[in-house]
């Protein structure tokens, strides 16, 4: 471990937001905490008033530093990853970091620098904006610390400053929906998009979508094409809107399950029944709304198959070994059978 790292995060340790990234600090994961239980690392902590018992430092001796950076902790998606991460270092007694930059960009962009500094052994970064974090990409690796890019990937022409992408296979979860969107109108009809272009897998999972119609393409009409920002309350009310404009929709298409929520409570809003919701997750919520009837149909996204495949390669590329440069992890309907005997979990 680099000797930079104890004394970054002794000045740093602050109190965690909900699984345990914080937007200004971090939450950290020695061998020293491995007795914290899930329950107590997924609440949220208060910072020590002055006179408090200090929360220790992290342990000396860990043999790696890791760190993530997610997009944002505002999502079960990133934090079961989170999770994963810090589980998977209590056991090995790795040092650990995440900082959660709660979909800013330029908060992002700091926390990166800062990582750049500080001597980690490897990062894991989901990117705020995929095109957008070059700079901070470029601070990293130039350190010499290597990138493993986990869930969203970075755009094609920065694909240079990664090690591998690991993630969920996007545009096949797309392909899924659309098939089965596909089945269930065979006479097609009118759909409405919520979509999140600033994110590469969610513009893969639109374009898996679209194409998984197939030869029924052409019988929907797309009456509405909007920026749900991957979130239920910005979802909800522009759902709200293209169903008052458009009487006759039949289903929306979302691009994962807070969207898809969004889009529920705005069809449940409006009085209207036989509107089918589509989305790709398959979270606890997900799988919930699957069960309800909420939702028509979901596919799975895998965060814990993909922290722990992120964690196993970067050991191995540490350990000298070459890892694969991309890595893409299948994705499956959830049918309410798999719903109900996973309900409460990530897969």
Do not use: H
């Amino acid at each position: 471990m680099k000797k930079t790292f104890t004394a970054f995060m002794a000045l740093t340790l602050t109190a965690s937001a909900l699984a345990g990234c914080s937007n200004t600090a971090t939450q950290t994961t020695t061998a020293a905490s491995a007795n914290t239980t899930a329950a107590e690392s997924a609440a949220p902590a208060e910072t020590k008033a002055a006179g408090e018992e200090e929360t220790p430092a992290p342990a000396e001796g860990g043999s790696y530093s890791f760190a993530f950076l997610p997009n944002t902790q505002n999502n079960t998606f990133q934090a079961a990853m989170n999770d994963t991460f810090k589980k998977l270092c209590q056991e090995k007694g790795y040092d650990y970091v995440c900082l959660d930059p709660d979909y800013d960009l330029n908060t992002q962009l700091s926390q990166m620098a800062d990582v750049a500094n500080q001597g980690f052994d490897a990062v894991f970064i989901i990117p705020v904006d995929s095109a957008g974090i070059r700079q901070g990409l470029e601070q990293i690796s130039e350190k010499n610390i290597p990138i493993l890019n986990v869930d969203t990937p970075v755009i094609d022409e920065d694909l240079d400053l990664v090690e591998t992408v690991i993630a969920t296979d996007a545009y096949n979860a797309g392909t899924l929906v659309g098939q089965q969107m596909a089945a269930d109108y065979p006479d097609g009809g009118k759909i409405a998009i919520l979509d999140f272009p600033s994110n590469e897998s969610c513009v893969n999972r639109v374009a898996g979508f679209l194409d998984g119609l197939g030869d029924a393409k052409d019988k929907f009409e797309i009456v509405a094409q909007q920026d749900g920002a991957a979130a239920l309350d910005v979802s909800m009310p522009i759902a709200e809107d293209i169903i008052q404009a458009n009487p006759e929709l039949n289903a929306f298409f979302c691009i994962n399950d807070p969207s898809a929520l969004g889009a529920a409570a705005a069809i449940k809003a409006s009085g209207k029944t036989g509107i089918g919701v589509y989305s790709i997750d398959a979270s606890p919520d997900g799988k919930a709304a699957i069960l309800d009837g909420s939702f028509t149909a979901v596919a799975a996204q895998v965060p814990i198959g993909i922290a722990e495949t992120a964690f196993v390669k970067a050991e191995e590329l540490l350990a000298g070994q070459e890892i694969e440069k991309e890595i893409l992890l299948p994705s499956f309907l959830v049918d309410k059978e798999k719903a109900e005997a996973t309900l409460n979990d990530w897969q």
